[in-house]
């Protein structure tokens, strides 16, 4: 069972992936991830991408699909994994789609978390951080028994950068131009698979559940 995950930034793929991947025992896997073992390890494709990333500079296509590929390799994926986070353009699907062909498999399911815009922006920008102990919290969702203050260390809260409503729409912005196009790709490949992302989230689980099969 190959899955790829796919959505907007703050759609809730990320936690899906994982749910998935402890419910069939199958790896989760993030090309962050990646590239942290792989540098930390010493590879020599660690020891390229680090060269970039040292420098400021995107890792190149051809040598995320060649980390993504070693990764998939792995005893532990025999039985299928959870892909988070990639593919995020055409070229990098296509030369995942080409390195999996050499590898005589291919993807399965590519699982899309649809959430309009409005609801990522509400949501992201709902959520606060907590200054002392990194504790996060949202004003709507998770909020804390004093406003403004962690229930934790009793420091106060804050909206991090990254939240800030003019920020996410930027990200999603770069999301529908680049990545946006991934749905079409999948979708001709017939393993596309949509589902609410604005419902609750064991719902969500239970809506993927049906299409992967208990």
Same mark, same amino acid.
């Given at each position: 069972m190959k899955i790829i995950?796919? @959505?907007?930034p703050g759609a809730g793929k990320g936690t899906q992936a994982k749910k998935i991947a402890d419910k069939y025992q199958i790896p989760h896997i993030s090309t962050g991830d990646i590239f942290r073992a792989n540098i930390k390890n010493g590879t !020599?494709?660690?020891?390229?991408?680090?060269?970039?990333?040292?420098? @400021?500079l995107l890792v190149?296509? !051809?040598? %995320? %699909?060649d980390l993504v590929a070693d990764r998939v390799k792995q005893d532990d994926c025999t039985n299928g994994y959870v892909?988070? @986070?990639?593919?995020?353009?055409?070229?990098?699907? !296509?030369?995942l789609d080409k390195a999996l062909e050499g590898m @005589?498999?291919?993807i399965d399911y590519a699982i899309n978390v649809e959430v309009p815009d409005e609801n990522i922006i509400n949501r992201m920008s709902g959520r606060r951080a907590c200054v002392g102990c990194g504790a996060t919290y949202?004003?709507?969702?998770?909020?804390?028994? %004093? !406003?403004?203050i962690c229930d934790v260390c009793g420091e106060k809260l804050i909206l991090r950068d990254d939240d800030k409503p003019e920020t996410v729409k930027k990200r999603l912005d770069v999301y529908h131009e680049q990545t946006q196009p991934l749905i079409d790709y999948y979708e001709k490949a017939a393993v596309l698979k949509e589902v609410d992302g604005t419902q609750d989230m064991e719902d %969500?689980?239970?809506?993927i559940v049906n299409i992967l099969g208990a």
């Open positions: 995950m796919l @959505g907007a !020599e494709l660690g020891t390229k991408a680090k060269s970039y990333m040292d420098q @400021g190149p296509d !051809e040598l %995320v %699909v892909l988070d @986070g990639f593919p995020r353009t055409i070229p990098q699907a !296509e030369a @005589g498999t291919k949202h004003i709507k969702y998770i909020p804390t028994k %004093v !406003e403004g %969500v689980f239970k809506d």
